[in-house]
Nanobody, 115 residues
Framework: VQLVESGGGLVQPGGSLRLSCEAS????????MSWVRQAPGKGLEWVST????????TYADSVKGRFTISRDNAKNTLYLQMNSLQTEDTAVYYC?????????RGKGTLVTVSS
């Protein structure tokens, strides 16, 4: 399993970013995928999950209405569109897949929201 996140960076409050996660080494289209994040000095926080088909989507209350998760099974890629970013969204963002009881994540991409 290989997951490679990209798209992070420095953005001002109220700005937008789009994260991507390229997956390989497993049948991407067969698995639910998630985004999780880790803010400086804090533990992992679940952000959003999308089912293998894309039909079922859930969000943490902290990002609902601002973030949109999506996937392109033809490209083995997961996305996270983040709008109206807040300083509290500063974190390393990881895509995550669970297979046979094991969670796999990439190295993450850093999102910094600051003026």
């Amino acid at each position: 399993v290989q997951l490679v996140e990209s798209g992070g960076g420095l953005v001002q409050p109220g700005g937008s970013l789009r994260l991507s996660c390229e997956a390989s080494g497993f049948t991407f289209s067969a698995y639910d995928m998630s985004w999780v994040r880790q803010a400086p000095g804090k533990g992992l926080e679940w952000v959003s999950t999308i089912s293998w088909s894309g039909r079922i989507i859930t969000y943490a209350d902290s990002v609902k209405g601002r973030f949109t998760i999506s996937r392109d099974n033809a490209k083995n890629t997961l996305y996270l569109q983040m709008n109206s970013l807040q300083t509290e969204d500063t974190a390393v963002y990881y895509c995550n897949v669970s297979r046979a009881g094991t969670n796999y994540r990439g190295k993450g991409t850093l999102v910094t929201v600051s003026s």
